[in-house]
Structures are given as structure tokens and as C-alpha cells.
Nanobody
Framework: QVQLVESGGGLVQAGGSLRLSCAAS????????MGWFRQAPGKERMFVAA????????YYKDAVKGRFTISRDNAKNTVYLQMNSLKPEDTAVYYC?????????????????WGRGTQVTVSS
């Protein structure tokens, strides 16, 4: 099993920045790709960003391209999401996810492990 714990959420004004972290523990050797998803109130959980095991391949939701950056430190078993130029529509609970299969998926069904989420609120 793998446990994921997110941190770094909070309240920020529009235009501000936050850095989310997700620390993995347990059978971390089994993790390949990692991703971030978010769920706004009353909406389905949606893909935000993903990164390959090596960190050389990254993928983003169109709405966050150029503003968010996903990265990982495999020595620390941690993945990050740097969020800049935040907008009120970025308000959501952000979830970290880990995959055990090959490739980098952008749909939540492909991910095997999930954190409990961290709230990000962007005020206008």
C-alpha cells in the first residue's frame, strides 16, 4: 500500500501563488506516474496535472497551462504543484494521486492511490 498526504493549501487572493506538496510513504517503489486532480463544489473531480516517474514528461489541463508547474523529488517521495496567477475558478479541493502502471494517465480511473485532499480557496 501507498499513503499520500497533501499539504500547502490555504486561502489566497487572486493573482497570488501557492505550492502544494504530496508526500508518499509505504511501498513507494511501486509508484510510477503521479498526478494532481481537483474538485470544485458541486462538480466532478477533474484532472489538473501529471508527471512521469522520471519527471521528464508532464501534462496539464489546458486551463492551468502556463500558470501551474508539476514537479517531483523521488529522493523525498514527494510531488509538488506550484500554482501561480491563481484565479477564483481554481478554488477546489486538490487531490494527489499515484499510479503503478506504465505511462502517464490523465483520467482518475487509472490511478491506484489517493490522498485526502487539501483545500485551495482563491478570493477575488
Amino acid at each position: 500500500q501507498v499513503q499520500l498526504v497533501e499539504s500547502g493549501g490555504g486561502l489566497v487572493q487572486a493573482g497570488g501563488s501557492l505550492r502544494l506538496s504530496c508526500a508518499a510513504s509505504g511501498r513507494t517503489f511501486s509508484i510510477t506516474a503521479m498526478g494532481w486532480f481537483r474538485q470544485a463544489p458541486g462538480k466532478e473531480r477533474m484532472f489538473v496535472a501529471a508527471i512521469s516517474r522520471s519527471g521528464t514528461s508532464t501534462y496539464y489541463k489546458d486551463a492551468v497551462k502556463g500558470r501551474f508547474t508539476i514537479s517531483r523529488d523521488n529522493a523525498k517521495n514527494t510531488v509538488y504543484l506550484q500554482m501561480n496567477s491563481l484565479k477564483p475558478e481554481d478554488t477546489a479541493v486538490y487531490y494527489c494521486a499515484a499510479d503503478r502502471s506504465l505511462g502517464v494517465a490523465t483520467h482518475e480511473g487509472a490511478y491506484d492511490y489517493w490522498g485526502r485532499g487539501t483545500q485551495v480557496t482563491v478570493s477575488s
